[in-house]
């Protein structure tokens, strides 16, 4: 009987050992299958009062109906500040927008040591550089000048964009555009069989997602373009939709008043400034899939009176490096 007990004893013994060790091996194999992912968030305040103390353990991340672990959370700051900042203003604009120049360089000109400015302007579904990424911000404010008038033969911001984000130097600080355009497609605009609708539209479609991979942040501004298309409201509503989305999409903002020209960017400008100020860099424990790809993600924080704003996807790496 007694030898009978020692062994029922041993195996049961033998049992936890065994299930202690499968357990590890499921956490370090969870460990391994993890990859790190970056994201740019926002803070925001819900009311007037001052956008409250946000720490890394207030931080939820969801990607799909999984929380993942938050491994870093950092204030945009200090050694943490450094942003590319590009100022991308379309050519089809009417020169009215020149009134807006002095308030883009004061915008400019205010800009921190840690922000590189860059300037173009877009034209034939690409852009030109008037001045590429700089600290000397005075360069960078002198390099604005009024729109051509013209779109080109192929005018499409959001193509323009693609191209600048594709072109992008590739280091660890924030990316930033602001994208002063009417949003309209000319290349493709009017009715019969190249006409568009804004749901199914590929290029919006295709800078959204550019955007969220390469993870930058597009804050679009409206002023009115030149031409008969300026003058459709369908054309010009659908091109602020656009512009909408694009900035939603990526984490951003999109400004505009109807579809007239504003008063003053300063307003606007200052919103900017003001999300610029209040950026964290985020990384989590992503869960990866064979091959690199977008992944919806989901941040969310208990701590009131703020808000989180991301890009409504985030690149994920694909498993092992690969």
Known sequence: MTDVRLRASSLVVLAVILISALSLQAQESTAAATVPVRLTVTLSATGDAPIPAVNSDDVVVRQGRERRKVTSWQAARGEHAGLDLFILIDDALTTSVGSQLATLRDFINAQPASTAVGVGYMSNAGFQ???????????????????????????????????????????????????????????????????????????????????????????????????????????????QNGMSRLSEESGGESFFLGLQAPVSFRPWLDSIQRILDNQYVLVFAGSPNRRAGLQNVDLSTEVPGVELMSARGAWVPAAGGQ
């Open 129 to 239: 550089i008037a001045q590429n990424f700089t600290t000397d911000h005075a360069l960078a404010a002198n390099a604005l000048r009024l729109p051509r008038g013209q779109a080109g033969a192929m005018g499409n911001p959001y193509r323009s964009v693609i191209a600048l984000m594709n072109g992008w130097p590739q280091h660890q600080n924030r990316r930033s555009v602001i994208m002063v355009t009417d949003g309209i497609i000319r290349m493709r605009s009017g009715s019969g069989p190249n006409s568009r609708t804004l749901s199914t539209d590929p290029d919006v479609n295709s800078a959204s997602t550019v955007a969220q991979r390469t993870g930058t942040i597009i804050q679009s501004i409206y002023s009115p373009g030149v031409g008969h298309f300026q003058r459709n409201f369908w054309e010009g509503t659908n091109g």
